[in-house]
């Protein structure tokens, strides 16, 4: 059984900055696409950000390019959010997925893995 669990989240003013941290632990980990999507209150979960097996390639929405990068230490069985230049819309809930169909999925039906979240706010 997978399990994912997410930390890092909390209150940050505009402009700051804050990295999530996602452990994995009961499954091959290192083998799997991994990704962040994140829920604001009211709203659809939507993709963030993917990255691949090895680390080698990432994929990041419109939204957030340059300002947040995905990463990943397969030897801690981890991967992170590192956002930066945080803005007040970026508030959600940001959940980690696990063991994407494709090498860096996009959508919610890509993963079979999710965490229980961490809530992000970014106030004015």
């Known amino acids: 059984q997978v399990q994912l669990v997410e930390s890092g989240g909390g209150l940050v003013q505009a402009g700051g900055s804050l990295r999530l941290s996602c452990a994995a632990s009961g499954g091959t980990f290192s083998a799997s696409g991994m990704g962040w999507f994140r829920q604001a209150p009211g709203k659809e979960r939507e993709f963030v950000a993917a990255?691949?097996?090895?680390?080698?390639?990432?994929s990041h929405t419109d939204s957030v390019k340059g300002r947040f990068a995905v990463s990943r230490d397969n030897a801690k069985n981890t991967v992170y959010l590192q956002m930066n230049s945080l803005k007040p819309e970026d508030t959600a809930v940001y959940y980690c997925?696990?063991?994407?169909?494709?090498?860096?999925?996009?959508?919610?039906?890509?993963?079979?893995?999710w965490g229980q979240g961490t809530h992000v706010t970014v106030s004015a």
């Open positions: 997925a696990a063991a994407s169909r494709r090498p860096l999925g996009t959508v919610f039906g890509d993963y079979a893995y």
């Open positions: 990255i691949n097996w090895s680390g080698s390639a990432t």
